[in-house]
């Protein structure tokens, strides 16, 4: 009787042992684990910034097209300027700035800047913003 006496408790140590053995695997692998996660997710984020600053140079483009110039209208505008951009439906944000002028401020129109010539010309740069990524992309028409 006295032996058993001596191993009373032995279990629950050695039950605490291996929880703290698994609970410092999982551990380790979380923090493997976690900024591969948010990467990943970072890589998509960019995937849809991209397509908001597309999206304003396809604008812009349509917009200069057009004769005359029909400049579309921006549908919730957030900011404002300097910093002035158009949410999309799906939460991204696009900004304008334009180029040609000095210093370059985000104006959100793509109206072509008219040369000597009266030929229409512009140059701009289109960023697309979403969950604290941006991508950018510039144009120019001559």
Do not use: H, W
């Not at 380790?28 to 976690?34: A, D």
């Not at 900024?35 to 990943?40: A, G, M, R, V, Y």
Request: charge should be positive; hydrophobic fraction near 40%.
């Amino acid at each position: 009787m006295a032996y058993y006496r001596e191993q009373q408790g032995s279990v629950i140590i050695f039950a605490l042992i291996m929880l703290i053995v698994v609970l410092s695997i999982s551990m380790g692998l979380i923090n493997i684990f976690v900024p591969k996660l948010k990467s990943i997710q970072d890589a998509s984020n960019s995937a849809v910034s991209i397509y908001a600053a597309d999206t304003a140079v396809e604008l812009c483009l349509y917009e200069a097209r057009q004769q005359p110039a029909a400049i579309l209208p921006r549908t919730t505008p957030v900011g404002s300027p300097p910093n002035y951009g158009t949410i999309l439906a799906n939460g991204a944000v696009f900004s304008i700035a334009s180029l040609s002028a000095s210093p370059v401020y985000n104006t959100n129109d793509c109206r072509p800047m008219g040369g000597a010539t009266g030929e229409r010309a512009f140059n701009i740069r289109s960023t697309g913003y979403y969950k604290g990524i941006s991508r950018a992309f510039e144009i120019s028409q001559q």
